[in-house]
């Protein structure tokens, strides 16, 4: 089916001017861009968002990495967006991720890991609505 999922081009990536690179790696795999703005998260949006890493040991660290640059955050539409995205970015550790994943290919560590994709489609539904007005998303 048709899904939509959240994506977040993180500020590792967009420090490193790789917006462009990255948007072209999703639409190659077919995945359509159909909202996406650049905002400069504040530390309470960025620890609301990851909530529930709130009892991980890297929680304080991950907030202060999505805080400290701006990130482009984006709606991406297409068959069975949420597996296919996940399949796109590649492992959470770059280390770990496939060939022509964009985390193989851009990602500098397990933090710093480029982009973020909501993990199930109820969860993609959450996060759009964290960033998007349905108005926002132009298919
Ligand atoms: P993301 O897909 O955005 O979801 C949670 C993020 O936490 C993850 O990508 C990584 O950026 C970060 N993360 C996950 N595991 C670790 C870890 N072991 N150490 C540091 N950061 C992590």
Do not use: C, W
Not at 53 to 68: D, N, Q, T, W
Not at 74 to 98: F, S
Request: proline fraction near 4%.
């Amino acid at each position: 089916a048709v899904e939509r999922t959240l994506s977040i081009i993180k500020p590792d990536a967009t420090k490193r001017n790789l917006t462009g690179k990255i948007n072209a790696v999703f639409e190659g795999a077919g995945l359509r861009i159909v909202a996406q703005k650049r905002i400069h998260l504040t530390e309470k949006q960025a620890g609301a968002f990851y909530a529930v890493h709130k009892e991980r040991p890297f929680y304080g660290s991950l907030v202060a990495s999505m805080i400290a640059e701006p990130v482009v955050v984006q709606v991406l539409q297409g068959e069975n967006a949420v597996a296919k995205n996940r399949e796109v970015m590649g492992a959470t550790n770059p280390a770990d991720a496939a060939e022509g994943t964009v985390r193989k290919l851009f990602a500098e560590s397990i933090e710093a890991n480029s982009v973020h994709g909501s993990d199930s489609l109820e969860n993609a539904k959450n996060e759009i609505s964290f960033f998007f007005a349905e108005t926002e998303i132009l298919p």
